[in-house]
């Protein structure tokens, strides 16, 4: 069974360029959250996916939007980038949307902004 | 104010200790309390959860809920080097996508 693999590992931007994440479910799961923690904080949710619909989104502007494809893999795509988008960006897969549904954290894609 | 506080530390112990890792948290509609932990350069992985108030150990963990305080505990017995990391609480409510409220985590180092 693999787990969740995300990609790239690292990323460099510039301010004001736009980026793209990406997240492979672990098998099975059709659900998917993001989640970006800065240096020194928790993750912060940013949304979710299941069965390809955004199923919930936390407090973060319409720049940050995502897709979920039909294998549940999912992208997580950022317009307009800010010195303050600096980050780990984690993704999450689990089998449904309840809360006693595990949700298995990838290693995260650690972006900076320049 | 935070829906979540936690004490960020560092907390650093000798080996063998016990260690107690606490949050605390403003929202009265959760109902889900989970503990993570994350090693450097890598995704926080579950320790434990626990619904509504109560206990439950595994191991040489223990997860403690009081919700009329709106306090949780972890409690680690006989802290091993391999404990050091940090420690994440985590709530939901159980409204819509269940998303994770997190607390800004614990460094916790265990010293040989």
């Known amino acids: 069974e693999t787990g969740v693999t995300q990609s790239p590992t690292h990323l460099i931007k510039t301010r004001g360029q736009q980026v793209t994440l990406r997240c492979s479910s672990q098998?099975?799961?059709?659900?998917v959250s993001w989640y970006q923690q800065a240096l020194g904080q928790g993750p912060q949710f940013i949304f979710q996916?299941?069965?390809?619909?955004?199923?919930g989104r936390g407090n973060f502007p319409p720049r940050f939007s995502g897709l979920q494809f039909p294998n549940y893999s999912s992208e997580l795509n950022v317009n307009a980038l800010e010195l303050d988008d600096s980050a780990l960006y984690l993704c999450?897969?689990?089998?449904?949307?309840?809360?006693?549904?595990?949700?298995?954290f990838g290693p995260g894609t650690r972006l900076t902004v320049l | 104010q935070k829906e979540v506080e936690q004490d960020p530390g560092p907390l650093s112990v000798p080996e063998g200790a016990i260690v107690s890792l606490n949050c605390t948290y403003s929202?009265?509609?959760?109902?889900?309390f989970m503990w993570y932990r994350q090693y450097s350069r890598k995704g926080p992985e579950l320790l434990m959860y626990?619904?509504?108030?109560g206990n439950k150990e595994d191991g040489r963990f223990t997860a403690q809920v009081d919700k009329s305080s709106k306090y949780i505990s972890l409690f680690i017995r006989d802290s091993q080097p391999s404990d050091s990391a940090t420690y994440l609480c985590?709530?939901?409510?159980?409204?819509?996508?269940?998303?994770?409220?997190f607390g800004t985590g614990t460094r916790l180092t265990v010293i040989p």
């Open positions: 999450a897969s689990s089998f449904g949307t309840d809360t006693y549904n595990e949700q298995f």
């Open positions: 098998s099975g799961h059709n659900t």
């Open positions: 996916y299941y069965r390809e619909e955004e199923n």
């Open positions: 929202n009265s509609a959760f109902q889900y």
């Open positions: 626990t619904y509504s108030s």
């Open positions: 985590a709530m939901s409510s159980q409204t819509g996508a269940n998303n994770l409220f």
